[in-house]
């Protein structure tokens, strides 16, 4: 099945900026998404359809797309900002939805 | 406020069946695809599958065709996940959410989660 890489991990000192991929060979093709899911809480729709960011989303998380990669960007990370990702996409036939494994970002 | 509220916790015995709920409010259930993702402990958000609550059109990941099963009730704006026997490795965190195909595309809001435990 389908499947979504991304890196385990990511550390930054705040006020730096965080980049976090996720690599898929429909990506293309597909749109992709970003979640935001901190402990305890429901994850959170952060970037959609590559590079829209949804109402109440701060200025500072952005996406972009490059071939088979696409790109979670937080620039002037906060400490708020420590939190699991999620990238999110569709196989190539539209079939069902698969989410990335997650990238743990620590803001040291 | 568009509120997507999920039942509450359950403990179950492997072999046991069981459906959670997510009753939605604030708009029309109909017009809206609702998702399930599931969250084992410690581990990452895996999509399930997506039902269409206007006529039902269900689709399922490969991983979870015939595991289990994704319903609605139009009547009463509820969306259901069932297991007929349930395994101890069903233990996780099952999250519902409205995944706006026609719209964002991504899942935009979320209920906060029932939590299944499977154990003898």
């Known amino acids: 099945s389908y499947e979504l890489t991304q890196p385990p991990s990511v550390s930054v000192s705040p006020g730096q900026t965080a980049r976090i991929t996720c690599s898929g060979d429909a990506l293309p093709k597909q749109y992709s998404y970003w979640y935001q899911q901190t402990p305890g809480q429901a994850p959170v729709l952060v970037i959609y359809k590559d590079t829209e960011r949804p109402s109440g989303i701060p200025a500072r998380f952005s996406g972009s797309s490059s071939g088979t990669t696409v790109t979670l960007t937080i620039s002037g990370v906060q400490a708020e900002d420590e939190a699991d990702y999620y990238c999110?996409?569709?196989?190539?036939?539209?079939?069902?939805?698969?989410f990335g494994g997650g990238t743990k970002l620590t803001v040291l | 406020e568009v509120q997507l509220v999920q039942s509450g916790a359950e403990v179950k015995e492997p072999g046991d069946s069981l459906r959670i709920s997510c009753k939605v409010s604030g708009y029309t259930f109909i017009n809206y695809w609702i998702g399930w993702v599931r969250q084992m402990p410690g581990k990452g958000l895996e999509w399930m599958g997506i039902i269409y609550p206007g006529d039902s059109d269900t689709r399922y990941s490969p991983s979870f065709q015939g595991q289990v099963t994704i319903s609605a009730d139009k009547s009463i704006s509820t969306a259901y996940l069932q297991w007929s026997s349930l395994k101890a490795s069903d233990t996780a965190m099952y999250y519902c959410a409205r995944q706006d195909l026609a719209g964002s595309g991504g899942m935009d809001v979320w209920g906060k989660g029932t939590t299944v435990t499977v154990s003898s």
């Open positions: 999110q996409s569709v196989d190539s036939n539209a079939t069902y939805r698969v």
